[in-house]
């Protein structure tokens, strides 16, 4: 069983950055990697950047690569993903997830989901 709770968002201003958070919690299975999605008001969930629990591997859109940073820190059992140079297009409500076996970074690749937590970046 898996639990994630994110935290991090809030309202910042085109340009400005956030850093999200995503603590992890594994009673018995072991993670293979985490993910992070949004979902705008009335468009799909679609994939962010994630990243496997070893560190090997990055992934990230391409909406979000040179800006969005994914990083882990397995002591904390923590993922985050920091933010920069926001953009109006990246409010959304933001999702981490996390799937034990190995698979795509696609949202239907993944069964274990947070609550989300919401950005909003203003013009």
């Known amino acids: 069983q898996v639990q994630l709770v994110e935290s991090g968002g809030g309202l910042v201003q085109a340009g400005g950055s956030l850093r999200l958070s995503c603590a992890v919690s594994?009673?018995?299975?072991?993670?293979?990697?985490v993910g992070w999605f949004r979902q705008a008001p009335g468009k799909e969930r679609e994939s962010v950047a994630g990243?496997?629990?070893?560190?090997?591997?990055?992934y990230y859109a391409g909406s979000v690569k040179g800006r969005f940073t994914i990083s882990r820190d397995n002591a904390k059992n923590t993922v985050y993903l920091q933010m920069n140079s926001l953009k109006p297009e990246d409010t959304a409500v933001y999702y981490c997830?996390?799937?034990?076996?190995?698979?795509?970074?696609?949202?239907?690749?993944?069964?274990?989901w947070g609550q989300g937590t919401q950005v909003t970046v203003s013009s």
């Open positions: 997830a996390a799937e034990i076996a190995p698979g795509g970074w696609g949202p239907t690749n993944f069964r274990s």
């Open positions: 990243i496997t629990w070893s560190g090997r591997t990055t």
């Open positions: 594994v009673r018995t299975s072991r993670i293979d990697r």
